[in-house]
């Protein structure tokens, strides 16, 4: 496992230089909250790594969970999630000392194979903690060994963002239930002259991308790996070629998602979404907070979240993902460490489960802990995210799962090469069958290795 990730490392272009700019926090680029406020005086001083893109109650929540622990001191470090895992494989194989390490879900399995996170079974508080999360966000936290190797963190379902507006401009009371209906809506709001590429489908080839093809896939009731992580979307029954064909079509034939879309990542289209030049799009659901909610948003009130249209209906499922955040194997303050990690993925002193409700609140969602929904603060969140419909919403909630074929060490490597593949094809360059044919063969064979 060490090689392959070392090669996957090679692979980037990683160097020691930037481990230690990493090391020496000069990736971090993110304000919303200074990082600096949890140097404190503590003795005990915890080495905290995180993506760029935190969300924005964390460093003012651990601030005062430092204000009432004044042992501790917390030197936080982050890097654009692009560049995050590569980056940590560094600083793991450097040795650098870490205690607290955020766990994108497509790295767990991979990081607790290589001997750098420490198993948590057997802490005190884990199980009330793992019995208030979802199953979904429960199954982010497990290696390959069924250990438990993280806590809960950000949790969340894909789903259908739309300007309703715009559709019933265009004629259309309801959103699509499959691709042929997406197909007419889409070509309806082109021929209007309303936008001339109204639909993102964000297929950058970037770690954790992809999102789009996911979801319609788990709507079309199918998925890529079997429960023995062996490729399934190479048999002549399977969806993904006809899926991809519609991507195919939709770029280069119906042309109305833009050949742009090859390098734009989901985020970007939800940036493009809150300042209204993208129409459609699959969102995660949080992002609802930032059309309708944010000040900033030039589509405020605009946008609602349906189900995923698949090649048939709309209901079977959709992708959802669960990021965690463990402790670091090496860590040398593994009391300090856990009780920090405790109540930041957790309930503090008191059983409240402080720190995730506020970043429920600070991110329109993605909570582990449904058990928080209830809350009338929240509820309220929703119904403004939601223009007061919440059905969707929630179904989408019940019928997120997250991406099989995760739970295998060369997952990543995987990854970026089939969406080398899929790019190939949707640019016409080779053909939707043989790029699908590479990409089953190649997983076949880092499952070998």
Known sequence: MLNRL???????????????????????????????????????????????????????????????????SIQWVSAPFGRYRDVMIAEFVAQTALDVVQVPETE???????????????????????????PTAVAGTKGLNG????????????????????LAKAGFAKTARNLDELRVQMQAVKKAGIDDFPLSLAMKKQPGQFWSLWATLYASGAELFDDANAPLFDKADHPLAAILDWYVAAINDWKFTSPDDLQRDWGATRTAIRSGTVKFGYMAQYALAEFNVWPDSKAAGKIRMGLVPGLERNDIGTVGY????GLAAATKSKDAAWR?????????????????????????????????????????????????????????????????????????????????????????KTTVKAAITASAVEARRLAKS
């Open 322 to 325: 669960a990021h965690s955040v």
């Open 147 to 166: 250990k438990t190797f993280a806590l809960p963190f950000l949790s969340d379902a894909f789903g259908f963002a739309y300007d309703h507006e715009v």
């Open 6 to 72: 070392m090669s996957r490392r090679g692979a980037f272009g990683l160097t020691a230089g930037l481990a230690a700019s990493f090391a020496a926090g000069r990736l971090s680029a993110q304000n919303q909250a200074d990082p600096a406020t949890l140097k404190r005086a503590g003795r005990t001083i915890l080495n905290f790594r995180a993506w760029e893109r935190y969300p924005a109650s964390d460093i003012p929540q651990l601030s005062r969970f430092l204000d009432r622990n004044p042992d501790l």
């Open 340 to 428: 920090t990690l405790r109540a930041y993925s957790g309930p503090d002193e008191t059983g409240a489960f402080t720190m995730p409700r506020a970043r429920l609140l600070s991110e329109g969602g993605r909570s582990p802990y449904p058990n928080l929904i209830s809350d009338p603060e929240v509820s309220d969140l929703f119904k403004r995210m939601n223009g007061g419909d919440t059905s969707d919403f929630n179904t989408l909630s019940k019928i997120g799962r997250q991406r099989k074929g995760i739970k295998t060490t060369w997952y990543p490597e995987w990854e970026q090469f089939m969406m080398s593949q899929v790019q190939e094809a949707l640019i016409k």
């Open 108 to 134: 767990l399995a991979g990081w607790a194979d290589s001997g750098w996170l420490m198993p948590l079974d057997g802490l005190p508080g884990l199980e009330t903690i793992l019995a208030a999360a979802t």
